[in-house]
């Protein structure tokens, strides 16, 4: 992984977002088979394909990230105001009757936990536009080599 990464402005609220999901994924059992800035998917500018144990954390770790980003206060209730979020939508569909504001807590502090990685892969994101989950792993090896 080349040091140039640091030459690049700051990435956009999409490229966190969609960067958020993937580390999420990545440190918490999940797997996905790429995330990219250029998804053939109508009406969408970002999106993780081929997900593969999503947990409500990793869900809502986009939006939350997304929220934090831009500087919303009270993200969730920025989250459930800004409407048609399919993450939202899913989140809910997903998790135990109850037990939202439990993941709602855990998203948030693995978003902030991982903040760092998280901006990282949005930079590289930015810049490639379609990231594997290998090579989001191995900025995340990459990463805690340095902070090691
Ligand atoms: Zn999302």
Redesign the pocket.
């Known amino acids: 992984m080349s040091s140039d990464i640091s030459v690049i402005e700051e990435p956009s609220g999409i490229a966190v977002?969609?960067a958020a999901?993937a580390v999420i994924h990545a440190v918490g059992g999940g797997n996905f088979r790429y995330v990219t800035l250029r998804p053939r998917l109508a009406g969408r500018s970002?999106?993780?394909y081929g997900v593969v144990n999503a947990g409500p954390a990793a869900?809502l770790a986009?939006?939350l990230a997304k929220a934090i980003w831009e500087g919303a206060e009270g993200f969730l209730t920025h989250m459930i105001e800004q409407g048609g979020?399919?993450?939202i939508e899913l989140f809910f569909e997903v998790v135990a009757l109850g037990e939202e504001g439990e993941w709602i807590e855990r998203s948030g502090e693995l978003v902030i936990k991982h903040w760092d990685e998280i901006l990282m892969v949005a930079r590289m994101l930015e810049r490639r536009r379609t990231l594997t989950a290998l090579q989001v792993r191995a900025i995340l090896t990459e990463l805690s080599k340095e902070t090691a």
Do not use: Y
């Open positions: 977002h969609e999901h970002g999106h993780v869900i986009g939006p979020c399919d993450d």
